[in-house]
């Protein structure tokens, strides 16, 4: 039982060592530099969805004038 309670007690010291290194500005800017890496995350994320999305749009008007062109083409035969 006295082993037990002893080494809680060490355990509790040593932490509260630890803690000693730290101060309450070093934690806080350690969370804001967190939030604006995920706001910079955030960002390049939908710049590539947005990208993506461009270039699927892309090849959608491609395609769509590539079908008009061939549906004139074969208008153009049948009137020959």
Do not use: G, P
């Amino acid at each position: 039982m006295e082993d037990e309670f002893f080494v809680d007690n060490m355990i509790i010291y040593i932490e509260k060592k630890i803690a000693e290194n730290f101060n309450i500005d070093s934690i806080i800017n350690e969370f804001k530099n967190m939030m604006e890496e995920r706001q910079f995350f955030k960002c390049v994320i939908c710049f590539i969805i947005t990208t993506i999305l461009n270039y699927v749009f892309i090849l959608i008007v491609l395609i769509t004038t590539i079908q008009y062109i061939n549906f004139e083409c074969i208008l153009a035969l049948h009137k020959y």
